[in-house]
């Protein structure tokens, strides 16, 4: 199916189902069910109503991301959604829909824009294509660790790179995590930056990340998320990068053997939803929907934590051969990528934050 294609054919899924949920449509004929969406509460079809207002307003939000729905994308979204649930008594409400189904991460993020999709986490990878604020993030060994990124993303720097969303139809309520990056290619076991000359790399459609594989000598390869399973399968592709809870839920360790442990970049996973919903929402519903946002990431990024501290285990139980490159020898190698970026990016914010590493 071609891209074109599977954009009308996902906007038309969203149509068919806000006909369904808004008219209550879906129980009196014999047209095509809705689709289900995974992980929120089914609603029940309403029985031959057909004007009926309900009688206080509910607003069943879609959320879309890329990822498997095990993913902690998906169960932090999951979570927020009860959280707003309750705390709305019942108005708002969210519906996940997961795996690429409503469109690749630059689609979703669209989707955003327009006001056909409410809420999302995404990587800020491909947030790179609507705003410059994000690109900092993307730069090689910018974070020594998650404190330090949890310092830099929840303080100062994070909201402003949030306030540069003003106008873009964008709303950034907190910064969830995808986690920090590793190699996986079914070609040689990695240790040092030659190891992947030549090889032929995914990479998020990313300019910092593209030639970050550059300085390494790799030929870096961007892709959407939704197409890389069979690309590496059909070995399109020699490998790809992500955070372990990606190579686990997505089940890339069936088509790839080695794992390297480079952490070479750390991959916030911003929560973002529609000006267009943001709009809409009463002074009241906003502080909520901020108050939720912050108390769920904390949520979200013990998912991440809890599945890091198990992962490598298990990922070699499945059978991936890991190994443990020493991280000095990479930072050295991508760090000309600095030069190439610090004027777009700007010098000052680079060291303020790498001023902030202890
Ligand atoms: O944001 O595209 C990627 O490799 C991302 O890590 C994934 O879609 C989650």
Known sequence: ???????????????????????????????????????????????????????EEQIVLRAATSVDMTHPYN?????????????????????????????SEREIIEGIQMGTIDVTVVSTAPLAG?????????????????????????????????????????KGLAFWENGFRNITNSERPIMVPEDVQGLKLRTMENQIHMDSFRQVGADPTPMAFGELFTALQQGTVDGQENPLPIIAT???????????????????APLLVSGALWDNLSDEEKVIFQEAANEATAIQRGMIQEMDDRLVEELEEAGMQITRPDKAAWQEAMAPVYVQWEDTIGADLIQQIQEMAE
Request: hydrophobic content about 40%; aromatic content about 10%.
């Open 1 to 55: 199916m071609s891209k074109k294609t599977l954009k009308i054919l996902s906007l038309l899924l969203v149509l068919v189902f806000t006909l369904v949920t808004v008219t209550g449509c879906g129980g009196n004929g014999n047209e095509e069910p809705a689709p289900a969406p995974e992980g929120g509460e089914a609603e029940a079809p309403e029985e031959g109503g057909e004007a009926e207002a309900p009688s």
């Open 75 to 103: 169960q932090g979204m999951v979570a927020y959604g009860e959280m707003l649930e309750e705390r709305t008594n019942g108005k708002y409400s969210i519906e996940v829909y997961p795996d690429a189904q409503l469109g």
């Open 130 to 170: 609507f705003s410059d604020a994000f690109l900092v993030t993307d730069l090689p060994f910018i974070f020594v660790d998650k404190p330090h990124a949890y310092r830099v993303l929840d303080g100062e720097i994070g909201q402003n790179i949030f306030a540069q969303l003003d106008g873009t139809g964008i």
């Open 250 to 268: 997505s089940r890339f360790y069936e088509v790839q053997d080695h794992l390297a442990l480079t952490g070479h970049f750390y991959a916030p």
